[in-house]
């Protein structure tokens, strides 16, 4: 009888109540060539080791919660098959650049924080009485934003991104890319009101265009390109207002 | 280009637009000079830049001046937004304001040297 | 958020979540942080394509302003650019110069949408267009180097 496959799993552990540093820790569980990292993981749980802990909810790639770092890269374990590194072990960690409350679990209240600093909904100046309808809008002015629609807040880009590695005051690319979202749909007024936090320091000028938040991007979102245009049709209106002052943006 | 954390920086877009067009004006030309000029010229080839003459001839027109300032005074800014930047990406995080102002006022002093030696310029006639 | 502090404008102070962090609540990463993929390490390498381009562009000045000094100052200095360090150096800039182009370039595409009426070219377009222009660009500073500032014999015997 042939011996059934296996594949080493290593994984990073940190307990505070007893770890000082984070460990790896290594574990060695049967193979399967439809297996993805999540279920790997799930495996560890279930029958090795129950102390394991990690965010995961849909496993399909829709919820955003089970983005670790895996052999060096920002990746969604659901999406992560193992057969793509068999018979080579999997090293699995933490999304990097977040702090870590306990083993494969990051502290995301920075994100969210900054998610919420951009008003990521309709900004109207003048809000229509329910009697007037819905806004309307055309497939044409929907695909304007819609690219920038698809994030699923797994951060994965934040992971990806240098800057925001060296700078964590940095805005980061999910939150400017769903600014842009918003800043793009024909519904909004709220573009200059995103302003007083996109034009900052640590708004879009941090950026310098690495471009790793795209590639990492699972849903294609392609902030990198959010970021750049933003930067390009704030520089535009700078100069307009400054050498055409009597036009209004 | 005052940085007070959370503030919107009003220089930011002149700096960035300057940075951008630097980068699109050095993309399009620069290597083409330096190929000719500093690399096939430099072993023999006959460009215009190894001779005095031709030159003079060629650096009278003021179109050709106010091209040269355009390419290197927009290299300089190009490269005083990058480089600053660049310093973070190191790991510098501090000294933030400072090292701004040494950049662009090295990109503005090159270009008040770039002006003056372009108006300097001789005449075609030798 | 109960725990946060704004610090200013909208950045916030990142307050400690219960049962603690590991060791790095210090930011940055470690040096060489650019090694880990191919991409990192030519974005650095990029970046450090200005410092040549500038001190190109510094260095030709210098060579324009022996214009005025005479054609000894002048042929001077373009003899002195003739050395082999001075060629390797200018070798390894042509190099940066053109990463930079090339890097430039493919992003161009990416950052500028060109509208046509009421459709916009797909990024790769704008990206060749753009590529195109460069070597338009190039063949113009070639043409003029190579056959600029020549004088044609007619007005050299007009000027006898």
């Known amino acids: ?249 | 280009m005052a940085h007070e954390h959370g503030e919107v920086d009003e220089l930011e877009p002149l700096w960035w637009g300057l940075f951008a067009a630097g980068g699109g004006l050095t993309a399009m030309f620069t290597p083409a000079h330096i190929l000719l000029q500093n690399v096939l010229g430099a072993i023999g080839l006959p460009v215009a830049t190894s001779s005095y003459e031709r030159t003079r001839h060629l650096t009278a027109n003021p179109i050709v001046r106010l091209y040269l300032l355009a390419l290197t005074s927009l290299s300089l800014f190009h490269w005083a937004h990058r480089f600053r930047y660049y310093l973070m990406d190191f790991g510098v995080s501090g000294g933030r304001r400072a090292i701004a102002a040494a950049c662009y006022g090295s990109a503005i002093l090159g270009t008040l040297g770039a002006l003056v030696t372009l108006l300097r310029l001789p005449g075609g006639k030798a | 958020m109960s725990n946060s502090q704004i610090k200013s404008g909208w950045i916030r102070n990142v307050a400690p979540a219960p049962g603690g962090y590991h060791g790095s609540d210090q930011p940055g990463l470690p040096f060489g942080w650019w090694n880990a993929n191919r991409r990192y390490t030519i974005y650095m390498l990029r970046e450090a394509s200005s410092v040549f381009v500038a001190l190109w562009a510094l260095r030709f000045l210098m060579q324009l302003g022996r214009l005025r000094r005479g054609k000894e100052a002048y042929d001077g200095f373009v003899r002195a650019q003739r050395h082999p360090l001075w060629v390797l150096f200018n070798l390894i800039s042509l190099g940066f110069a053109a990463l930079h182009s090339v890097t430039f370039l493919q992003l161009a595409g990416v950052v500028q949408t060109v509208r046509l009426g009421e459709r916009k070219l797909p990024p790769e377009q704008v990206t060749a267009g753009a590529f195109a222009g460069w070597a338009a660009a190039s063949l113009t500073v070639i043409g003029a180097l190579l056959f600029g500032g020549l004088r044609s014999r007619k007005s050299e015997t007009e000027e006898v």
């Open chain 1, 1 to 249: 009888m042939a011996a059934e496959p296996t594949i080493t799993l290593t994984v990073a552990r940190f307990r505070p109540e007893k770890d000082a540093e984070p460990t790896h820790q290594s574990y060695t569980i049967p193979y399967r060539d439809d297996m993805v990292v999540l279920d790997a993981l799930n495996y560890i749980k279930s029958y090795i080791d129950g102390s394991l802990t990690y965010r995961w909810s849909c496993r399909m790639g829709i919820c955003g919660s089970c983005g670790m770092t895996v052999n060096g890269t920002p990746t969604l374990t659901c999406a992560s098959f193992l057969r793509d590194f068999y018979p080579n072990g999997v090293t699995v960690e933490p999304l990097a650049n977040f702090p870590v409350i306990r083993d494969l679990v990051i502290d995301m209240s920075d994100f969210m924080h900054k998610l919420n600093a951009i008003q990521p909904w309709i900004i109207r100046e003048d809000e229509k009485p329910l009697s007037g309808g819905e806004y309307l809008q055309t497939p044409a002015q929907l695909e304007e934003f819609h690219q920038y629609s698809l994030c699923i807040n797994c951060m994965l880009c934040y992971a990806a991104c240098p800057v925001y590695g060296m700078e964590p005051e940095f805005l980061g690319p999910a939150a400017i890319a769903l600014a842009r979202r918003y800043n793009l749909d024909s519904r909004d007024q709220g573009s200059m009101t995103r302003l007083q936090v996109l034009a900052t320091s640590e708004g879009i000028w941090d950026c310098t265009f690495v471009g790793e938040c795209s590639v990492v991007c699972p849903k294609h979102v392609d902030p990198a390109k959010a970021i750049q245009q933003t930067k390009l049709d704030t520089t535009m209106n700078w100069y307009k207002r400054l050498l055409l002052p009597w036009t209004r943006r």
